[in-house]
């Protein structure tokens, strides 16, 4: 009787033992993409690829997916992708799941964002053989004599009154980007544009705006380490609107392209200094930062300060 309780355990222990091993599932590394800071332009085509391997060795299978966009093919490690055409910032999300040949019912995902801009330039519809370039800020900080230490890089209003001082910095890494693309030739003018902030004073101050230029060894700077106390270096005046009333009405345009095109040429950004020294009434002079739109989403890009490039066409 016992010789046979142990034959049937035997027989069980090597039913376990030929068992085949459970299933390991694929292990996803990275999202490999073309664009290397995840940004781009709507319209734009980047390359995604999906680095993935299975314990295995058994065979993947992909499937791709977007919340925006079109892919050329989603069955592959490898895709292209081609991000929407848009009118403000968006985000788009892109993901991957991969499965084996052996257990297809469970996926293994991993995604990434990136981050979709509107195509910086514009076809004015009264003005033929001309193309706007349109770059929106990408710091603006004002800092504070009085207070030399604080960092304002978050605020709505850029100030530029007395003891205030306001700095921009544009990427224009893409800037030559579209001469052949759109077929342009020479440029016609270069503006910084700023929307005038609010002002509740019942005297609204006037006064002279000046921009000054900022070498292009004192560019790396950043909105949200930016005082008074370690703020960029400025050279000469570059600019100046005479008589500004600051109020909420209106946009002031700095006229900017002698310095852009002396200093442009081998340089990825654009930096600026604005100050408003001497108002009629001692009082804060301000114009809106790219913060606003944060705060209130219907104003969109309206009050960013943009860096306007006109060109025309061959």
Same mark, same amino acid.
């Given at each position: 009787? =016992? +010789?046979?309780?142990?034959?049937?355990?035997?027989?069980?222990? +090597?039913?376990?033992? !030929?068992?085949?091993?459970?299933?390991?599932?694929?292990?996803? $590394?990275?999202?490999? !993409?073309?664009?290397?800071?995840?940004?781009?332009?709507?319209?734009?085509?980047?390359?995604?690829?999906?680095?993935?391997?299975?314990?295995? #060795?058994?065979?993947?299978?992909?499937? /791709?997916?977007?919340? *925006?966009?079109?892919?050329?093919?989603?069955?592959?490690?490898?895709?292209?992708? +081609? *991000?929407?055409?848009?009118?403000?910032?968006?985000?788009?999300?892109?993901?991957?799941?991969? +499965?084996?040949?052996?257990?297809?019912?469970?996926?293994?995902?991993? &995604?990434?964002?990136?981050?979709?801009?509107?195509?910086?330039?514009?076809?004015?519809?009264?003005?033929?053989?001309?193309?706007?370039?349109?770059?929106?800020? !990408?710091?603006?900080? @004002?800092?504070? &004599?009085?207070?030399?230490?604080?960092?304002? #890089?978050?605020?709505?209003?850029?100030?530029?009154?007395?003891? @205030?001082?306001?700095?921009?910095?544009?990427?224009?890494?893409?800037?030559?980007?579209?001469?052949?693309?759109?077929?342009?030739?020479?440029?016609?003018?270069?503006?910084?544009?700023?929307?005038?902030?609010?002002?509740?004073?019942?005297?609204?101050?006037? =006064?002279?705006?000046?921009?000054?230029?900022?070498? /292009?060894?004192?560019?790396? /700077?950043?909105?949200?380490?930016? $005082?008074?106390?370690?703020?960029?270096?400025? =050279?000469?005046?570059?600019?100046?609107?005479?008589?500004?009333?600051?109020?909420?009405? =209106?946009?002031?345009?700095?006229?900017?392209?002698?310095?852009?095109?002396?200093?442009?040429?081998?340089? *990825?950004?654009?930096?600026?200094?604005? *100050?408003?020294?001497?108002?009629?009434?001692?009082?804060?002079?301000?114009?809106?930062?790219?913060?606003?739109?944060?705060?209130?989403?219907?104003?969109?890009? &309206?009050?960013?300060?943009?860096?306007?490039?006109?060109?025309?066409?061959?």
């Amino acid at each position: 009787m =016992g +010789t046979k309780y142990y034959l049937v355990f035997f027989i069980f222990l +090597t039913l376990i033992s !030929c068992a085949p091993p459970e299933n390991k599932p694929p292990q996803i $590394t990275d999202i490999i !993409c073309s664009e290397n800071d995840l940004q781009i332009y709507g319209g734009s085509t980047v390359i995604f690829d999906c680095i993935a391997t299975d314990p295995e #060795g058994d065979k993947l299978f992909y499937n /791709w997916n977007a919340t *925006s966009g079109t892919f050329n093919r989603t069955a592959s490690s490898t895709v292209t992708w +081609t *991000s929407p055409v848009v009118t403000m910032e968006s985000i788009a999300q892109i993901k991957v799941e991969v +499965t084996d040949s052996e257990n297809p019912d469970k996926p293994q995902y991993r &995604a990434i964002f990136i981050s979709v801009d509107p195509i910086p330039i514009v076809i004015p519809p009264n003005d033929p053989g001309s193309f706007y370039y349109i770059k929106y800020v !990408c710091d603006d900080a @004002y800092v504070d &004599a009085t207070h030399p230490d604080e960092k304002c #890089g978050n605020e709505v209003n850029l100030f530029t009154g007395p003891g @205030y001082y306001t700095y921009l910095r544009f990427d224009i890494r893409d800037k030559y980007n579209y001469l052949n693309q759109y077929n342009l030739s020479s440029i016609e003018k270069v503006e910084i544009r700023l929307a005038k902030g609010y002002n509740n004073t019942a005297v609204k101050p006037i =006064g002279t705006t000046i921009l000054y230029g900022i070498s /292009w060894s004192e560019t790396s /700077w950043y909105e949200e380490l930016i $005082t008074y106390n370690i703020k960029p270096k400025y =050279g000469n005046k570059i600019a100046e609107v005479q008589n500004i009333t600051f109020d909420i009405d =209106g946009v002031v345009a700095f006229d900017v392209k002698s310095d852009f095109l002396n200093c442009v040429q081998l340089h *990825s950004y654009y930096s600026v200094m604005v *100050s408003t020294p001497s108002p009629s009434v001692k009082s804060q002079c301000s114009f809106y930062s790219k913060e606003l739109k944060d705060m209130y989403p219907q104003y969109g890009d &309206a009050a960013t300060p943009v860096l306007w490039i006109k060109y025309k066409t061959k």
